[in-house]
């Protein structure tokens, strides 16, 4: 199995109801990928840290092998997810890809 962890930080200009939003929205596309992509084993996305984090939000996600961690990055809905909602609104994206 590997894991797929993302952890970002959204862009400064956001309104804390923008920001509250836009943490919803990254949630509800991208744990809506559940089911639609070959490999996926489970995604899930925290959207609220303890006041020590800075982070804004993490992805947690399991797939089966590399090759389907590979696929999901090029999925059309994945693809759609990241461009529409996440990429706009991340200033900051670090990742973490590990064999559990």
Known sequence: ???HIILW???DELTDAGR???KLEIKKGLEGLAGQIPGLIDIKVITEGLASSNA????DSSFEDEAS???YA???AHVAVADGIVRPNAKLRVCMD???
């Open 9 to 11: 930080q959204l862009k």
């Open 1 to 3: 199995m590997v894991k």
């Open 20 to 22: 509250s939003a836009v």
């Open 69 to 71: 961690l590979k696929g």
């Open 98 to 100: 590990y064999e559990a």
């Open 56 to 59: 804004d939000l993490m992805l």
């Open 74 to 76: 090029v999925h059309p």
